[in-house]
């Protein structure tokens, strides 16, 4: 069959002119983007749990650092009588800046009403807390929490460091628990 032109509009009638896709390719096209689609938000969901991992860990290095400053500015001012007083004070305090997820103090915290990826500080522990966001999109709610607090405990003869007596006590901030894996 020889192509003709229709003498009316100028259009070209027969096979060549009948273009488009078959059901069959649109079909291999959808499997291939939704294919990549699945790929990109396993990435994706990866890198968000890594980037908030990184950013507790941050947190946790300020607040460690903050506390050195607290007990080198109590050895500094002549009152280390005073350092067990830092077992249960809020360590966010020794921030210049709170964290933006930083919820503030709570007395009796209700956890399935906070929200996921956020610090606060339970007072009747004296715990600081994360709440972590290991929330499955698809799972509905499930989350696990990471609980510091600060620990006061008497420095041994031979664990003491050369700039402090050996009868001072060492004040540190340590993860309780397990949960997270997070040191």
Request: aromatic content about 8%; hydrophobic content about 45%.
């Given at each position: 069959m020889t192509?003709?032109?229709?003498?009316?509009?100028?259009?070209?009638?027969?096979?060549?002119?009948?273009?488009?896709?078959?059901?069959?390719?649109?079909?291999?096209a959808v499997?291939?983007?939704?294919?990549?689609?699945?790929?990109?938000?396993?990435?994706?969901?990866?890198?968000?749990?890594?980037?908030?991992?990184?950013?507790?860990?941050?947190?946790?290095?300020?607040?460690?650092?903050?506390?050195?400053?607290?007990?080198?500015?109590?050895?500094?001012?002549?009152?280390?009588?005073?350092?067990?007083?830092?077992?249960?004070?809020?360590?966010?305090?020794?921030?210049?800046?709170?964290?933006?997820?930083?919820?503030?103090?709570?007395?009796?915290?209700?956890?399935?009403?906070?929200?996921?990826?956020?610090?606060?500080f339970d007072?009747?522990?004296?715990?600081?807390?994360?709440?972590?966001?290991?929330?499955?999109?698809?799972?509905?709610?499930?989350?696990?929490?990471?609980?510091?607090?600060?620990?006061?405990?008497?420095?041994?003869?031979?664990?003491?460091?050369?700039?402090?007596?050996?009868?001072?006590?060492?004040?540190?901030?340590?993860?309780?628990?397990?949960?997270?894996?997070?040191?």
């Amino acid at each position: 069959m020889t192509p003709r032109l229709s003498s009316k509009n100028n259009i070209v009638v027969g096979k060549a002119g009948q273009r488009g896709f078959t059901l069959f390719e649109l079909a291999v096209a959808v499997s291939v983007i939704a294919v990549l689609a699945v790929l990109l938000l396993s990435r994706l969901a990866a890198l968000q749990q890594e980037a908030e991992r990184v950013a507790v860990q941050q947190t946790v290095v300020a607040l460690r650092a903050g506390l050195r400053m607290k007990v080198l500015e109590l050895y500094a001012s002549d009152r280390q009588n005073q350092l067990p007083a830092l077992a249960g004070q809020n360590p966010i305090d020794w921030l210049a800046e709170k964290p933006d997820n930083y919820l503030g103090e709570y007395v009796t915290p209700v956890m399935e009403k906070l929200p996921q990826s956020h610090w606060f500080f339970d007072r009747s522990n004296a715990e600081l807390i994360y709440i972590l966001n290991r929330g499955n999109t698809f799972a509905g709610y499930r989350s696990e929490l990471l609980q510091f607090k600060v620990s006061l405990q008497q420095a041994s003869a031979t664990r003491a460091k050369p700039s402090t007596p050996a009868d001072a006590p060492e004040v540190a901030l340590i993860q309780v628990g397990e949960a997270g894996g997070l040191k």
